[in-house]
């Protein structure tokens, strides 16, 4: 029995395109409601939560992971946009660069998404 193929340049660049994007974001959400625009007393922060349980899955290359995060990643983006048009001040800038983060993780999920189905392969376990 043979192993599955190894991830090519296009899957594993993308892979590091999302890990990176969603490591911002997560970090990016603790900054902005822990240090540099709380609102309330912080618990806010709680919001990075649910992208937690994302980065094993998208360290071992699996593909329902990648599904998972590109829609999840769409509330990010919501809550961005309103805060983008709702505050003022720093908040502003914080929330368009969640928008961008989002943006860019989604495209990059969605590209590693599209590359996997394509060549229908099954990707062997790489250590990160």
């Known amino acids: 029995m043979t192993s599955p193929p190894a991830p090519d340049a296009v899957v594993r ?5 999302v890990v990176a994007g969603l490591l911002a974001l997560i970090a990016l959400g603790l900054a902005w409601e ?16 649910p992208l937690l349980p994302c980065v ?5 290359h699996r593909l329902y992971t990648f599904r998972w995060l590109s829609l999840l990643v769409w509330l990010y983006f919501m809550e961005g946009v309103v805060r983008a048009t709702t505050e003022s001040g720093r908040g502003v800038a914080l929330a368009l660069t969640e928008v961008a983060l989002c943006l860019v993780v989604f495209g990059a999920a969605a590209l590693y998404v599209r590359r996997r189905l394509r060549r229908g392969e099954r990707l062997a376990q790489t250590p990160s």
């Open 56 to 60: 094993p899955g998208l360290l071992r």
């Open 34 to 49: 822990l240090w540099l625009a709380p609102t309330g007393r912080g618990t806010l922060a709680l919001k990075v939560l």
């Open 13 to 17: 660049t993308t892979r590091a395109v």
